[in-house]
């Protein structure tokens, strides 16, 4: 019983004596720290409002606005570390000692960053754009160091790990893309009248951008008929409902007017040889 009395008031002795000798360190560096966190904070919402102001990319402001964080709190924390009289030194030798054997383990995480950070600081697409990369298409909902996020028409949400798309081509239609088409007319048909029937009819679709009128012209002369094109600009976010009422559209104008739109036949003659025939 005895000695293990003798234990506690050891304990005991120990936790007076670093209390009295740390207390004011401890509590200075806890105090640093502290207001560390507090101008972080302060610095990062700050940095936030001017970015915003500027009209700065979404994505761009919070990154920087993050980094800013960290690297103000990191500050505090080596004077907080210097406060309670701990050398710095060999934290840093260690991590970086550290740094060098995870390197080998971490490559595809980090080519995942510096792409992501390639992207985030060029602008090659921003939150809300259409974009075709890697085979697929959609909406851009997040993009953050690691990876982008799309969203297609059928709300499926694609993941893509951002060094597959660095180095890569990708199509960008912002907020619209365009429906293309051809259809055939007959020969005997008008076509100025066609076009402009197509013109007037496709403008006046619900989805179709007004700031560009629909493109119609003659591609070709073929075996069938006279092959018109049409091009009109939609919104990206329901471009294959676009798509099928696009077509639909110019369907129905063709037939109200009675314009007839053909389709390849051939003639077959069967010719007889006389020669050929038994007596």
């Known amino acids: ?7 506690v008031q050891e304990i005991y002795s120990l936790i007076v004596n670093f209390a009295v000798t740390y ?21 990062s919402r700050l940095l936030l409002g001017v970015l915003e102001i500027k009209q700065v990319d979404i994505t761009l402001r919070e990154l920087i606005a993050s980094a800013s964080r960290i690297v103000v ?32 383990a971490i490559q595809g995480p980090v080519s995942n960053y510096g792409a992501g950070l390639v992207i985030i600081l060029t602008r090659m697409y921003k939150v809300g754009d259409n974009i075709f990369v890697c085979g697929c298409t959609g909406i851009v909902r997040e993009i953050t160091l690691a990876t982008t996020i799309l969203e297609s028409e059928d709300n499926e949400r694609i993941v893509i790990p951002n060094k597959h798309i660095v180095g890569e081509i990708h199509r960008n239609s912002y907020e619209y893309r365009i429906v293309e088409g051809q259809v055939a007319i007959a ?16 403008s006046g679709l619900d989805g179709v951008d007004s700031g560009h009128r629909p493109v119609v012209g ?62």
């Not at 019983?1 to 234990?7: A, F, H």
């Not at 018109?228 to 037939?255: G, K, M, P, T």
Request: cysteine-free; overall charge negative; aromatic content about 10%.
């Open 218 to 279: 003659i591609n070709r002369f073929s075996d069938a008929g006279v092959i018109l094109d049409y091009r009109v600009w939609v919104e990206s976010e329901r471009y294959f409902e676009i798509l099928h009422q696009v077509n639909l559209a110019v369907y129905q104008a063709l037939q109200a007017e009675g314009i007839t739109i053909p389709f390849p036949h051939r003639d077959v003659r069967v010719v007889s040889d006389s020669s050929m025939t038994n007596p």
């Open 187 to 202: 020969y005997e048909a008008d076509p100025e009248q066609s076009i402009a029937l197509l013109a007037d009819r496709l």
């Open 1 to 7: 019983m005895e000695e293990k009395l003798g234990i």
């Open 23 to 43: 207390s004011f360190q401890l509590f200075g560096a806890v105090v640093v720290l502290t207001v560390g966190f507090i101008v972080g904070g302060w610095v």
């Open 73 to 104: 709190v990191g500050l505090f924390l080596i004077i907080a570390l210097s406060q309670m009289g701990i050398s710095i030194t060999p934290f840093i030798a260690a991590l970086g000692g550290l740094a060098v054997g995870a390197s080998f």
